[in-house]
């Protein structure tokens, strides 16, 4: 795996992999002018894509289905350098009249103790929780 960053203007980066393209700045009182996602924020962004792809491929084949699935990713961090996070609080959102919540559970459960190797990276250097919330 391998992704290159490119410095363009600014504190502005774009990350390409496989001919993707995200942009990468910071924020304004650094440098950044808004041109794209913060580098933490995309090991969060990181964090909740694959979490949510275990989630979804398991939930298929237990044959659930919802009518609007939605991760959110919190985090606390550090107050001296290097600022990294402290702790990470995933919140998985239902919303679905058909699901089985025990299923539902176990899909996120399988994900956060086996599956997700963002979660087990970042689980190395931070605690990370995490709860359900169905609408």
């Known amino acids: 795996m391998e992704i290159a960053a490119v410095y363009k ?19 304004p009182e650094h440098g950044g002018q808004g041109q794209g996602i913060l580098p933490k924020q995309l090991v969060l962004a990181g964090l909740a894509g694959c979490t949510g792809m275990d989630v979804v491929s398991i939930l298929k084949k237990m044959r659930q289905s919802w009518q609007e699935f939605q991760i959110k990713v919190n985090a606390e961090k550090s107050t001296t350098h290097p600022i990294v996070f402290t702790k990470v609080h995933i919140k998985y959102i239902f919303k679905g009249v058909e699901l089985d919540k025990e299923k539902v559970e176990k899909a ?4 956060q103790e086996q599956y ?15 709860e359900i919330e169905y609408q």
């Open 116 to 130: 997700c190797g963002v979660g087990a990276m970042l689980r190395k250097a931070t605690e990370i929780s995490w």
């Open 9 to 27: 203007n600014n504190m502005y980066f774009e990350a390409t992999a496989d001919g993707l393209v995200v942009g990468m700045d910071a924020l």
């Open 108 to 111: 996120v459960r399988l994900s």
